[in-house]
């Protein structure tokens, strides 16, 4: 360590930052006027820097490179714009969450199509022309290219200011910002709005992208490498604010900075390598921030809704028609086994079917139900594979009572992220839990004589009256039935109607005396326990553990299966985890692009069934009993009254009444669950 050595780390992280910050401000962008989460953002960063490198590679003897570079960043502006024009705009009308699995699908096609176009391998692209030397800065060699991009950010964020403070169109965009059931009341096409800025947002996010051709060789990683730290940025800036947006690129690349600088150091007699804090750095900044000050560096906190929210139809319990399909779904599962002995993998199939079950009604739980929006919920599942990992390798409990001990081990973990989480909403509280599952992945990640590092645990095997897989299935069966009844029976006790009256409306749960936040915690606990149990299940299935079980991307298989599933019903998350399992495991066994012809279907079951597989179904189920009891009913009453059925507005009439009459009841029983 040196102070040369600092000043030019100082200067990498100011480079790195220009790129980060363009990608933030677009996604910045998209989120506040169309309020869509988006999770191909980082694929319009990852097919920037191919654009790019085609049409330098093709146009640098006529055009030039920064023609060329321009060009890829307003071409991939306008994919963007396509894409919100012929998907995006479809779907506007459903739940903000089921846009994101909308974007998680294009992000999955992007990524195809680039490999099939441009293949697996890195493509490093030409130096720019009169920037491919460098210049000496205390004695140590700095490229000329990084000062290049040390400058591009701050003149990128005075377009940018001069766009949305100077222009009409920028005084439209910040209006619909603010208020967008405003700006569409004053005439304004929204449409062509949010297309506009959807094409902005993907053209920073591909210009950010180009900038790195000389820097970095582009790769198929890069999207996902590039979306958390954005989503940080974002978050830790302030929703909305550009400004916002490059301080904390700053912030975070400088940070980042820093800590390669520091390298090991000795402290008290320990060694600390701050170079690995480079992992997860971004999130300990953002859980930091968003626990200080939850709406960020430079955003505005969120005004309190006095208003409750539409609300969903208070629960049901089970028909005897439902109970009677239930049953026969486990009759099936149990005979199971004995029409696949010649086929073993089946067996294993099921097993992770079932797991991936429990894992997705886990995370419904507390999203649905309890309107807690998690990205990190693979930090339970992972703390729980771990726990029993460990328990059985390093202490040697039997196997069977890790069952108990590690889910009460995640149950703990959920405990202590839990206290902190349901102190915010929203995207904030979104945010945060992916914040502390990534600080979990990383610890996992890196702590190599307690975790095993990035290579895992091995040899976690059942005990040997479990060692047959048929056997296990059946206990793996068993555990997964009676979790799901019991968070279904939780859901349907007085606890359960505590929690969705709090997320159905905050302000009248507390009124009543509903400690909202308590039961939000308590939730979190339950659901953590419910996925630890997971957890454990898939490690013992698989014989081993790896920090990618606690990774974003698990995160996100979850919200994936309880999104397509559909989050009004409590059967939604039980179909979503089956449909997208068994779709991955055959896509993936069956073609080499999976990842394209599983979003493909991804994008067709949204547009299909905008409420989720199960949600849809339900609506069409109970609008075809309706139209059949509308004619039972009209037909009795005319031949028992002799006057004519009632008519479309009467029927309408009705309908309130039942509403207003089963939010009337809803709200009985949440009184009746205070002590």
């Given at each position: ?23 933030a401000a677009?996604?910045?962008?998209i ?8 999770f191909?953002?980082g ?17 640098e ?16 502006g ?6 919100e ?21 294009v992000?999955?096609?992007l ?15 030409p ?9 000496s ?9 990084d000062?290049?991009?040390i400058?591009i ?6 377009l940018l ?13 910040r209006?619909a ?21 959807f094409?902005?947002?993907?053209l ?9 051709l000389p820097?970095?060789?582009a790769?198929?990683e890069?999207?996902i ?9 974002v ?6 604010s ?5 301080v ?29 804090l ?57 005979a ?24 997705a ?24 594979a771990?726990?029993?990992?460990l328990?059985v390798?390093s ?6 009572l ?23 909403s ?8 992916l ?18 590092g ?15 897989k ?25 606890f359960?109607y505590?929690?969705?009256a ?5 302000l009248r749960?507390?009124?009543i ?22 957890g454990?299940?898939?490690a ?41 399992t068994?779709l991955?495991?055959i ?8 990842r ?6 991804i994008l067709?079951?949204v ?9 849809t ?12 009891k509308?004619?039972?009913g ?10 004519e ?11 309130r ?8 009841i809803d ?8 002590p």
């Amino acid at each position: 360590m040196d102070f040369s050595g600092f000043i030019v780390q100082l200067l990498n992280g100011l480079a790195g930052a220009s790129s980060l910050f363009m990608v933030a401000a677009g996604l910045s962008l998209i989120f506040g006027v169309t309020r869509i989460v988006n999770f191909a953002h980082g694929s319009f960063y990852m097919v920037g820097i191919y654009v790019a490198y085609s049409l330098v590679i093709t146009l640098e003897n006529s055009i030039g490179f920064w023609p060329a570079i321009v060009l890829a960043a307003v071409a991939v502006g306008i994919l963007g714009g396509l894409i919100e024009m012929v998907l995006l705009r479809r779907i506007y009308h459903a739940p903000e969450l089921f846009q994101l699995l909308a974007t998680f699908a294009v992000a999955l096609v992007l990524r195809d199509a680039v490999l099939w176009y441009w293949g697996p391998e890195e493509l490093l692209g030409p130096r720019a022309p009169g920037l491919e030397g460098a210049i000496s800065i205390f004695g140590r060699l700095f490229p000329t290219y990084d000062l290049f991009l040390i400058a591009i950010g701050p003149v990128v964020l005075g377009l940018l200011w001069l766009l949305l403070t100077k222009t009409h169109w920028g005084t439209l965009v910040r209006a619909a910002t603010q208020d967008r059931g405003m700006v569409s009341a004053l005439g304004i096409n929204q449409a062509w709005l949010f297309t506009a800025v959807f094409a902005l947002g993907a053209l920073l996010a591909a210009f950010g992208g180009a900038l790195q051709l000389p820097r970095e060789p582009a790769n198929l990683e890069m999207d996902i490498q590039i979306i958390g730290a954005a989503f940080v940025i974002v978050v830790v800036g302030g929703m909305g604010s550009i400004t916002g947006a490059y301080v904390a690129a700053l912030l975070i690349a400088e940070l980042k900075a820093v800590c390669v600088w520091l390298g090991v150091v000795e402290i008290l007699g320990f060694s600390i390598s701050f170079t690995k804090l480079t992992l997860v750095v971004e999130f300990l900044v953002m859980a930091v921030v968003l626990i200080i000050r939850p709406w960020g560096l430079f955003g505005k906190a969120q005004a309190v809704r006095h208003n409750a929210s539409d609300g969903e139809e208070p629960l049901r319990p089970a028909s005897r028609r439902f109970k009677l399909g239930a049953a026969a779904c486990v009759l099936l599962l149990l005979a199971m086994p004995a029409f696949t002995v010649q086929m073993p993998y089946i067996t294993v199939l099921f097993i992770d079917l079932l797991v991936a079950v429990l894992f997705a009604v886990s995370l419904h739980f507390i999203m649905g139900p309890g309107g807690m929006h998690s990205f990190g919920h693979a930090a339970y599942f992972g703390l729980g594979a771990y726990a029993a990992a460990l328990l059985v390798k390093s202490l040697g409990m039997p196997m069977e009572l890790t069952f108990i001990v590690a889910p009460l081990v995640a149950g703990v973990g959920a405990l202590v992220y839990g206290w902190f989480c349901v102190r915010l909403s929203g995207v904030y509280l979104a945010m945060l839990t992916l914040a502390v599952a990534q600080i979990t992945w990383a610890i996992c990640y890196q702590w190599d004589d307690f975790t095993g590092g990035s290579n895992g645990m091995t040899g976690v095997w059942p005990a040997a009256w479990l060692s047959n897989k048929t056997v296990y299935y059946y206990l793996t069966l068993v555990l997964v039935v009676g979790a799901a009844l019991w968070l279904r029976r939780i859901l349907f006790s007085p606890f359960g109607y505590a929690m969705r009256a709090g997320r159905d409306s905050f302000l009248r749960a507390d009124a009543i005396g509903i400690n909202v936040k308590r039961i939000h915690w308590y939730g979190f606990v339950i659901a953590g326990i419910a996925a630890g149990l997971a957890g454990t299940l898939f490690a013992f299935s698989k014989g081993s553990i790896a920090p990618e079980t606690l990774h974003v991307n698990k995160s996100i298989d979850g919200l994936v299966m309880v999104l397509l599933g559909g989050m009004q019903t409590l059967v939604g998350p039980i179909v979503g985890a089956v449909s997208f399992t068994w779709l991955h495991d055959i896509v993936a066994r069956n073609t080499d692009y999976w990842r394209a012809m599983l979003g493909g279907i991804i994008l067709l079951l949204v547009l299909l069934f905008p409420q989720g597989i199960a949600g849809t179904l339900k609506l069409l189920c109970e609008n075809l009993s309706a139209r059949a009891k509308g004619r039972t009913g009209s037909g009795g009453a005319s031949q028992a009254r002799g006057h004519e059925p009632a008519d479309g507005r009467e029927q309408a009439g009705a309908a309130r009444t039942q509403a207003m009459e089963r939010v009337r009841i809803d709200r009985i029983q949440v009184k009746e669950a205070q002590p």
